[in-house]
């Protein structure tokens, strides 16, 4: 990563409300922006393009879990917590997203937030229990 400028989808888990961001592009101020200390990235499929999304790798094993990106058929991963939506190149550097893609991660997400598809609460207990207890025997 670079001290230089990078803008992204910023999506905050409390209020499930995804908006534009421009930080520094470095590991501290990626950190803070997402409040947790170890990163991970996992590529998505938004509006037909694809896309980086830096979330917190510890997320899972946190009590105050909030799941904030799923697919609706549940093919991949669930990721909870603060993301932050950008792209990178070939090198696995991160680059800022335009306009236009701000727009349309921004529209994806409020769109599909609203449908609030979650697992009914015992469902959801145990699924949390049987990851965090994947996880810690890794």
């Not at 001290?3 to 995804?18: M, P, Y």
């Not at 070939?90 to 800022?96: A, I, K, M, P």
């Amino acid at each position: 990563m670079t001290d230089q400028k990078l803008t992204g989808v910023f999506i905050n888990a409390n209020n499930l409300k995804a908006s534009e961001v421009t930080i520094i592009d470095n590991l501290n101020n990626i950190y803070e922006l997402l409040n947790c200390n170890l990163i991970d990235v996992v590529q998505r499929n938004i509006a037909e393009k694809d896309y980086d999304i830096i979330c917190d790798d510890e997320g899972f094993l946190k009590p105050d879990l909030i799941f904030t990106a799923r697919n609706l058929n549940f093919s991949e991963d669930c990721i909870v917590g603060n993301l932050f939506v950008v792209s990178s190149d070939e090198n696995g550097e991160f680059l800022s997203l335009d306009k236009d893609e701000i727009k349309e991660i921004i529209d994806d997400f409020n769109e599909f937030s609203k449908l609030k598809i979650f697992f009914n609460e015992s469902e959801y207990k145990k699924y949390i229990r049987q990851y965090q207890d994947d996880e810690m025997e890794r």
